[in-house]
């Protein structure tokens, strides 16, 4: 056996050397471009955000969230496709042979793919979903009957994080109603009962009293974006007659002006005397004594006491 052929060269250690050197050079220029296209990408994003308010107009906010979104689903796309060809690149300096790699891969991936059809359903969905601007993150939407904030949209699924806190995730091809609550603007809806002796007249110029004052105090001037529209008396309740109307917002602010507003209305009702009814409760002890109401205005706790003991009495001696 002749040794000497085991034992490298000068120029073996020297072609050794250099592969690693190149393979780590490739890594380390993939890494510093992945960095540039993290640190990059937030630049772009507002200089097209600063040309697309200057050439059309439009909501700032709006087209923000938007930017966000498609920027991030395009700054993740990228460092993978970079990290691909690094490898792949890697490979080959090391001395693989990459031509039956990708011959293999693209089987893989052709199998792949009909075996995962949902997948690449769930990847076109939220491909279109993002180009159809349906929605963004930091957005509440409903979707399949769920509410939440949209905290990241994916191409395969979508995160709305609940009131209490819980995350949601949806496959973005299993999702089959989607309601955007902040899209534009918004909407904060009035259903509010009076009782029937009032006059409705004065009860929707009060309404609007309120809410002109509300208008004029500057944090809420930025967040309203038109007066308090009356829709009118929408129906007859039981007890209360309806009337709606409704506040247009920025999105997202529908909820903030809504509870100041009904605060508000609230402390006007009761200073001006407008009645606002709540439900009655009545006490039953069975079939053989009569009913009465019970109301705030009724006889006192002793009272009471003694009426209920006596319809006790009642009931025992028959």
Excluded: C
Aim: proline share 3%; hydrophobic share 45%; no cysteine.
């Amino acid at each position: 056996m002749n040794l000497h052929l085991m034992i490298p060269t000068v120029d073996d250690i020297y072609a050794f050397a250099g592969h690693i050197v190149r393979i780590l050079f490739i890594l380390l220029v993939a890494w510093i471009v992945t960095r540039i296209i993290h640190r990059w990408f937030p630049k772009l994003r507002e200089h097209i955000v600063r040309q697309m308010l200057a050439q059309r107009g439009g909501e700032d906010g709006e087209l923000e969230k938007r930017a966000n979104t498609i920027g991030g689903i395009l700054r993740k796309t990228m460092a993978v496709v970079i990290w691909i060809l690094a490898v792949i690149m890697a490979l080959k300096e090391a001395g693989f042979d990459i031509g039956p790699i990708l011959a293999g891969a693209g089987i893989v991936g052709l199998a792949v793919g009909f075996g995962a059809q949902n997948l690449v359903h769930d990847v076109i969905s939220g491909m279109f979903m993002l180009l159809e601007n349906q929605i963004r993150v930091n957005d509440v939407a409903v979707l399949n009957g769920t509410g939440g904030l949209v905290e990241a949209i994916h191409l395969r699924t979508t995160v709305l994080r609940g009131q209490d806190g819980t995350i949601h995730v949806f496959r973005n091809g299993a999702i089959n109603s989607l309601s955007n609550m902040t899209h534009g603007y918004s909407y904060y809806l009035f259903d509010l009962g009076v009782a029937y002796k009032e006059d409705t007249d004065q009860v929707i110029a009060v309404l609007r009293g309120v809410a002109d004052e509300l208008m004029e105090e500057e944090k809420f001037q930025k967040v309203i974006l038109a007066p308090l529209e009356v829709l009118g008396v929408d129906s007859f309740g039981d007890s209360a007659v309806m009337i709606k109307a409704r506040f247009k917002t920025m999105p997202s602010q529908q909820w903030t002006v809504g509870r100041e507003m009904n605060r508000r209305i609230k402390k006007r009702f009761d200073e001006v005397g407008i009645e606002i009814p709540f439900p009655h409760m009545s006490i039953y002890f069975g079939e053989a004594s009569k009913p009465f109401q019970l109301q705030m205005q009724g006889p006192g706790r002793e009272e009471l006491k003694a009426l209920i003991r006596e319809v006790r009495q009642e009931d025992g001696t028959k």
